[in-house]
């Protein structure tokens, strides 16, 4: 039987794992019980229980505030990573799937980025996602597979679908933005597919993006989520990114390719709607 640790216990991604490796070996370890920033605690947890894979969801994702503390997300989004990667090398055996974000891409672009597309990140965020990457693939050559995703919602947790299920009982009407792209994502799904990758006995590929089928703005999920809930979708109404300032400069575009996920074998990720249904559903 394979052996799992996930890191990021107790956060959105991580509650899935969890549940879906519910029949499995499965170690979960949140902040408390790892500080994956910490090189000596994640060596002796590595070495102690031998984990055949482990999955890094612990990531720092308060982008905005990541403006002022860069170097707060950088232990977290970089170095904790590396720290993971460098504690498997060092025990010779186990394999690492690293969870990444569209973030480390400008947002600039008009077709899906592909896996291989120009990176370019314009914020802090992204700039330690990145280095996370390049870290984990660098320290665990073969070993160490990223999988980049993008719009994750399905808590626990503060995300985006739960906040227009409360706004909706709270408001008339609503305003959304509508000029940044996105590719939303269901943590089940999400996690599903990590599991997917860890059950391999290689890493298929360096890097991977699996994001649910399709696109949409923020505008066109919220007036979907407002419809499956059965609630009136007119109540949601479009406005653009100026009418929302913040720190961090947001991607206007946001839309990962499966091709090489698809490619690779794996299950074709459903689309966006279909999965946001049972993820309304599941509440």
């Known amino acids: 039987m394979t052996t799992w640790l996930v890191t990021g216990a107790g956060g959105q991604l991580a509650s899935h794992l969890v549940e879906l490796l519910a029949e499995e070996s499965v170690l979960a370890l949140g902040r408390a019980e ?21 999955i890094n969801a612990a990531a720092y994702t308060a982008v905005d505030a990541a403006e002022e503390d860069e170097l707060a997300a950088d232990a977290v989004n970089h170095l904790g990573p590396e720290n993971l990667a460098r504690a498997l090398a060092h025990a010779g055996t186990g394999r690492l799937v690293h969870v990444s974000t569209d973030y480390v891409f400008a947002g600039d672009a008009s077709e899906p980025y592909e896996v291989d597309a120009p990176t370019g990140p314009t914020g802090a965020y992204g700039r330690t996602k990145l280095a996370g990457e390049e870290a984990v693939l660098s320290a665990l050559p073969g070993r160490a597979g990223v999988v980049r995703t993008a719009w994750v919602y399905g808590g626990p947790g503060p995300n985006f679908v739960d906040t227009m299920l409360r706004l909706e009982k709270e408001r008339d009407t609503l305003d959304v933005v509508a000029d940044q ?12 597919a990590l599991i997917e990758v860890g059950r391999r006995p290689e890493v298929p590929a360096p890097v991977l993006h699996y ?73």
Not at 41 to 52: N, Q, T
Not at 181 to 187: L, N, Q, R
Not at 232 to 244: G, Y
């Open 211 to 283: 994001v649910n089928a399709g696109q949409a703005s923020w505008f066109d999920l919220a007036r979907e989520t407002f419809r499956l809930a059965g609630a009136d979708p007119e109540r949601v109404r479009p406005t653009d990114s100026a009418s929302f300032p913040r720190p961090a400069k947001r991607p206007a575009w946001s839309v990962l390719s499966t091709g090489s996920w698809v490619a690779a074998g794996f299950t074709p990720p459903r689309p966006w709607q279909e999965a946001l249904a049972a993820a309304i559903a599941a509440r």
């Open 34 to 54: 790892l500080d994956v920033t910490d090189a000596l605690e994640v060596r002796r947890v590595v070495d102690a229980h031998h984990p055949d894979v482990v």
């Open 181 to 192: 792209i996105g590719s939303p994502t269901y943590a089940r799904d999400l996690a599903a």
